[in-house]
């Protein structure tokens, strides 16, 4: 009796061992998305931030309000914001 509920449990355990293992293997599977700021190019994961739908099927990431007010209400230049990707981008020094 002892000794086939000792087996039923490690039975059980190898199981879940097993289990753990394709976990790992498949690690790239559970990765979280990272979308782009449309504003100032930093990645961020997907859930965070504000999406834009427009009517043409287009859509704008926006990472935080800051890029989203500066975008669409200041209608400011990606390229002339010093804390932009497309900024540093422009601006960026060549090292000889």
């Known amino acids: 009796m002892y000794l086939a509920v000792l087996f039923l449990i490690l039975n059980i355990l190898h199981i879940i061992v097993k289990f753990i ?4 293997g498949r690690a790239d599977y559970y990765k979280m998305a990272m979308a782009k700021c449309t504003f100032c190019g ?6 965070k ?7 043409d099927g287009s859509t704008n990431y926006y990472c935080g309000s800051k ?3 500066s975008h669409l209400k200041l209608h400011r230049d990606r390229k002339r914001v010093a ?3 497309a900024y540093k981008n422009v601006h960026k020094k060549i090292n000889k």
């Open 21 to 24: 293992n394709d976990l790992e």
């Open 42 to 47: 930093c990645e961020q994961e997907d859930y």
């Open 49 to 55: 931030g504000t999406y834009l739908f427009k009517n």
């Open 67 to 69: 890029c989203h007010k």
């Open 83 to 85: 804390w932009t990707e």
